[in-house]
């Protein structure tokens, strides 16, 4: 193969960078392959699609792997294996992101093995891949012959200081009070995701105008790409028509159109709905069966199925649509049945139930501190997360059986949700020394259990006596339309997710949007009927957070009896040596004796002391002696020390923690003390006073008479005047250099030597 011959072209984001695409230089062996590049940033796509279809496919094979290489910020990984291993929870979201735009553009009945890879190559540490992900993806598929319904692409809109942001760098979104990711074709809008700081719906409205007008000039770029890049990329993959058979589809029609419009008019449960469904479905076959034979059956068997669920669907929706009724009997804007309990779980920190029909869930929430904190390393650094969320789904949720393989795709999107749900109303950093962990368990599910979690996450947070703004709901909102008719549905079941053609998820307190999860399944959404949605999404929302507000309407005021209490304390940075001691041992050893965890953070001109103990009496003598160690001894202080040794001239007196004096034997009593063991002995305990602080040696002089009373008729001897003291001491002087004789000169001893 020759030399490749690179092609390329590019747009401008709304602040004036460049966007440049490239492709043909890279992977020329893939379908479609491109180099997406802003400044130093590079992001690798390439997609490969099967060329023969696997026997008895069923389903669309799509895979989209987001990942980032350390060796693109200059880093080395930091695992066992120095080398990029499974994806990472944000490369999981990312990877989440783009494959929900794709993955209902591909044509119907393309079922071909497909997969998309994306890798970050080089960061310049502050734009953010995420938000170049997607339209990484789609070059690659406009590149290719793949058959595609698209381009798409996909940006981030942020709103900083009031003013809203196409693609913001990482720096920059630090302050910003509302981050979607929206993904779209040129004419329609099609995944949303984000947080927000109890924005407004029109906030949100607006931001996703914002968007959409930048995915199309995107969009734009990637068309005139791909007539650069000529046939290859224009001329793509016949697709072998589904085949239909009229006839059937009619008998099929003839015999179940009714009974299903029956039951959809007929409010039951999920599991009774679900039997009555099936048993219509086995009439259908058994009847096809009679009349047509087995062979016909295994011939056209597929048929009777595609139809049956095609009908079934179809019978549904216009239930909804023309007479406003749902399949459990509710109106549109109607909400399941509510009930929540907290401290359900007498062990935990904090618990919550909560119960929304046919779909429960319970949160358990855990304080820990700063050694509990996730660490987290991706290319992008190494960070630590305070507040860890983790979903479970098990099988037994909705009465399967499936092993146990660790969380999936799914619930790693769902926990986001609602940790970025949760997150908005926790307390600064400064209020909350706590690492919080909060596991939601999925008990039952019919619909939306990321919203029940949002929830029982809430109370559980009020229970455990976290201050939090506010409680924080979430409601699933779907969306069923013809073209002339629609109808939008609050608090949506599993079924009408599945047969709807828009779910979205929004959280939120009574003051505005937390975070929002939509997906749309049709073109041409117009905004006034989201912007309907919208607001009888808020209505839900506002009529949960009262249910939630029944159970528990402000945060305990007291942690739970068994929860670790924490204090902060901030002493000066000269002292963080002496708390800790060397090789540890100081803190070690306070540890142990106070059975408490210590954690020490210089943080500016501060060391930030962290203590936590279940105890309030351990956390107390923690703090005391790091008050000791802290503290500056000034004179006229008292205070209770305890004798470490005695000498012929006084004793030595540990006062403070890390701090020791002399008490002289002259301070010991009024009365003339012969020798000091008369007085005290090694580990006496006795009030002192600090009187001075030795000018030569720079230790601290303590009296143990100044806190006596004085003996009654006790008279101080009188000492002589300052200028006689001197006199004395200079004949004392004199004395002792005359009994010394004259000093030796030090080169004649070492003459001598």
């Known amino acids: 193969m020759g030399k490749q011959i690179p092609t390329t072209t590019s747009f401008n984001l709304p602040d004036g960078r460049e966007v440049i695409l490239e492709t043909g230089k890279l992977a020329a062996q893939a379908d479609g392959s491109v180099v997406v590049k802003l400044g130093d940033t590079m992001l690798f796509a390439s997609v490969v699609s099967a060329t023969e279809m696997r026997e008895g496919q069923s389903f669309f094979p799509l895979s989209v792997d987001y990942q980032e290489k350390f060796a693109s910020v200059g880093r080395i990984p930091g695992n066992f294996f120095r080398r ?5 929870e944000n490369e999981i979201l990312t990877s989440r992101i783009v494959d929900r735009v794709l993955r209902p553009l591909f044509p119907d009945g393309y079922l071909y093995d497909t997969q998309v890879i994306i890798n970050l190559i080089s960061s310049d540490g502050d734009t953010m891949p995420d938000a170049l992900a997607g339209l990484a993806a789609s070059t690659a598929l406009a590149v290719s012959n793949i058959p595609f319904d698209g381009p798409i692409s996909e940006v981030r809109v942020a709103r900083i200081d009031g003013e809203f942001v196409v693609n913001p760098g990482k720096a920059a979104l630090e302050n910003a009070d509302l981050d979607i990711i929206l993904g779209a074709t040129m004419e329609n809008v099609m995944m949303v995701e984000g947080e927000a700081k109890e924005c407004s719906e029109a906030d949100l409205v607006e ?18 790409l791909a007539e650069l890049v000529g046939e290859k990329a224009t001329v793509k993959r016949a697709i072998d028509p589904q085949p239909e058979d009229e006839e059937i589809k009619a008998a099929v029609e003839a015999l179940i159109k009714d009974k299903v419009t029956a039951i959809a008019k007929t409010p039951t449960e999920k599991h009774e709905r679900k039997e009555k469904f099936k048993a219509v479905k086995e009439e259908l076959k058994e009847a096809m069966l009679e009349k047509h034979g087995e062979e016909w059956m295994e011939e056209n068997g597929h048929f009777v199925s595609k139809y049956y669920g095609e009908i079934q669907k179809y019978a549904i929706r216009d239930v909804v649509l023309g007479e406003q009724i749902r399949l459990d009997g509710r109106k549109p804007e109607d909400i399941r049945h509510i009930w929540s309990e907290v401290d359900y779980l007498p062990s935990t920190h904090g618990s919550g139930v909560f119960t929304r029909g046919e779909t429960q869930a319970l949160a358990s929430l855990t304080l820990g501190t700063k050694t509990d904190e996730q660490m987290i390393d991706d290319a992008m650094g190494l960070h630590f997360n305070k507040f860890i969320l983790h979903y479970n789904f098990p099988a037994f949720s909705v009465g399967e059986v499936r092993p146990m393989r660790g969380p999936g795709r799914r619930e790693v999107g769902h926990a986001n949700l609602a940790n970025r749900s949760l997150r908005q109303v926790l307390p600064s950093e400064e209020d909350m020394p706590y690492t919080i962990r909060i ?41 069923i339309t013809d073209g002339e008719r629609y109808a939008i549905l609050s608090d949506i079941l599993g079924d009408e997710d599945h047969l709807g053609d828009m779910d979205f998820k929004v959280t939120g307190t ?33 009529h949960i957070l009262d249910k939630l507000n029944e159970t528990i309407d402000a945060p305990r005021e007291d942690l739970k009896p068994h929860a670790p209490r924490m204090e902060k304390l901030l002493i000066d940075k000269s002292f963080i040596g002496a708390v800790i001691g060397p090789g540890g041992k100081i803190i070690q050893e306070m540890q142990k004796e106070t059975n408490t965890i210590i954690n ?23 703090i005391a002696k790091i008050k000791g160690i802290t503290q500056v001894p000034e004179v006229g202080d008292e205070y209770e020390a305890e004798v470490k040794s005695i000498k012929e001239f006084g004793a030595f007196v540990d006062f403070l923690p890390g701090k020791s004096g002399l008490v002289h034997i002259s301070e010991l009593a009024w009365e003339r003390v012969a020798r000091t063991e008369d007085v005290v002995n090694p580990g006496d305990m006795i009030k ?10 720079g230790k601290f002089r303590l009296s143990r008479k100044a806190l006596l009373p004085k003996p009654e008729g006790y008279v101080e001897r009188e000492r002589p005047p300052r200028r006689d003291r001197d006199r004395r001491d200079d004949r004392r002087g004199d004395r002792r250099d005359r009994d010394r004789g004259p000093r030796r000169d030090r080169g004649d001893r070492d003459k001598r030597w």
């Open 688 to 697: 002192v006073k600090l009187i001075g602080l030795d000018p030569r040696t």
């Open 600 to 622: 020490i953070e210089e943080i500016g001109d501060h060391g930030h002391v962290t203590i936590a103990s279940t105890d309030r009496e351990s956390l107390d003598m923690a």
């Open 510 to 542: 009574d003051k505005g949007i937390c975070a929002c999860q939509m997906d749309i399944k049709i073109d041409g959404l117009p905004y006034e009927i989201l912007e309907k949605a919208l607001e009888q999404a808020r209505q839900g929302r506002l």
């Open 207 to 224: 931001a996703i105008r914002i968007g959409h007008e930048a995915v199309k000039v995107q969009c734009k770029a990637q068309l005139a």
């Open 84 to 88: 990029e291993a499974k994806l990472s």
């Open 439 to 479: 596991v939601s368990d999925i008990l039952e599910s019919n619909g939306s259990s990321s919203m029940a979690t949002v929830c029982s996450g809430s109370l559980a947070l009020m229970d455990a006596g976290i201050h939090i703004k506010s409680h924080v709901s979430g409601i699933a909102m779907g969306l």
